[in-house]
């Protein structure tokens, strides 16, 4: 496990969301992005990331007054996985990327095959 402090880790997932083509971003709507050191309810081994929310796709006419959607990275786990500074970068961007997907509506077997 490499050691990254909060601070580095999170410009890591600002740097990796500002590699996302700019088409992208600029259809997420009513999402924010945080750094987590884990899971609220316990250590998340392995789990990188995490999108809660309503996907684009999937939001009708109705949808609004409503919290933003949520993409939690978690520091620890994603550091537990690294033995770089470069695979840190490496996986927090696929991570993030894998997230926004899912804000998209893209699913986990979709986003797999794409190697995210």
């Known amino acids: 496990m490499i ?3 909060r601070h580095r880790f999170e410009d890591m997932v600002g740097e ?3 590699t996302l083509p700019a088409e992208f971003t600029r259809l ?3 999402v924010v992005v945080q750094v987590e050191d884990a899971p609220p309810d316990g250590p998340g081994d392995g789990l990188f990331g995490l999108y809660e929310g309503v996907p684009l796709t999937e939001r009708m006419s109705d949808y609004s007054a409503v919290l933003p959607d949520r993409i939690t990275i978690f520091r620890l786990a994603t550091l537990a996985a690294c033995d770089s500074e470069a695979e840190v970068v ?3 961007r696929t991570t993030v990327v894998h ?3 899912h804000h998209f509506g893209i699913d986990d077997d979709r986003l797999h095959e794409l190697g995210y």
Request: aromatic share 0%; charged share 40%.
């Open 3 to 5: 050691e990254v402090d």
């Open 16 to 18: 990796a969301l500002d």
């Open 28 to 30: 997420m709507r009513n």
């Open 90 to 92: 490496a996986e927090v």
């Open 99 to 101: 997230e926004v997907g």
